[in-house]
């Protein structure tokens, strides 16, 4: 059974300092995604990731894939406070659509 | 992407009674999905809905307590029956769609259940 593991789950940090989202899972696939979701809203899609070595960049986020490690981080350099909000990876698993989700990583970013 | 909309946005309900849920998304999409997320929590996927073909339901959700229909490629629906407090959630709905096999969400349905 594919399992997805973030951390920390909450993350407290100062505007302007750099940090990670580590997200873990447990079988091999290529197929990875981010989400951002701002309290009371829905999932909005950030980042997707489809093969070992994959980077990808917008503005101050970046994310990218280690398939051998099975391991995706999401960088954030330079944090300000619209970052705030609560971040998710998911993985794909069986190229169906159906995707195994993190336990999100609540991040707040004081001005 | 699809641009998905649900209605209602919010409800308050009373228990013992049935919501239904509608998602209208604005191309057409093979895949939906039904997902339930409590305060603060994850994403815990009900079902998928394919069109033409019975809702397929994840382990602890049952088609008597979460009837869905998926008439076209265009729209589904969720029903809530029979609600208690514990059915208090937000409920989103998501398409799959792309090559990339992203799923793209519906802006959910805040469900209050005195």
């Known amino acids: 059974e594919l399992k997805v593991e973030q951390n920390p789950l909450f993350l407290s940090m100062q505007e302007g300092k750099n940090y990670t989202i580590y997200c873990n899972y447990s079988?091999?696939?290529?197929?990875l995604y981010w989400y951002r979701q701002d309290p009371g809203k829905s999932l909005e899609s950030l980042f997707v990731?489809?093969?070992n070595g994959a980077v990808k960049q917008e503005g101050r986020l970046m994310a990218s894939l280690d398939t051998k490690a099975r391991l995706s981080t999401l960088h954030i350099t330079a944090a300000v406070h619209d970052l705030s909000a609560t971040y998710f990876c998911?993985?794909?698993?069986?190229?169906?659509?159906?995707?195994?989700w993190g336990a999100g990583t609540k991040l707040i970013i004081k001005p | 992407s699809a641009v998905i909309s649900q209605k209602p946005s919010r409800d308050i309900c009373q228990r013992g009674t049935s919501l239904t849920i509608q998602c209208q998304v604005d191309?057409?999409?093979?895949?939906m999905f039904w997902y339930r997320q409590q305060p603060g929590q994850s994403l815990t996927l009900i079902a998928t809905?394919?069109?033409?073909?019975?809702?397929?339901?994840e382990s602890g959700f049952v088609i008597d307590k979460f009837p869905i229909s998926r008439p076209n490629l265009t729209f589904s629906t969720l029903t809530v029956s029979n609600m208690s407090p514990e059915d208090s959630s937000i409920y989103l709905c998501?398409?799959?769609?792309?090559?990339?096999?992203?799923?793209?969400f519906g802006p959910g349905t805040r469900l209050t259940v005195t």
């Open positions: 998501s398409v799959g769609q792309g090559p990339s096999y992203e799923q793209y």
């Open positions: 191309s057409q999409v093979t895949m």
């Open positions: 809905a394919n069109q033409g073909s019975e809702a397929t339901y």
């Open positions: 079988t091999t696939s290529d197929r």
């Open positions: 990731l489809l093969s």
């Open positions: 998911a993985v794909d698993e069986d190229s169906n659509y159906q995707l195994i």
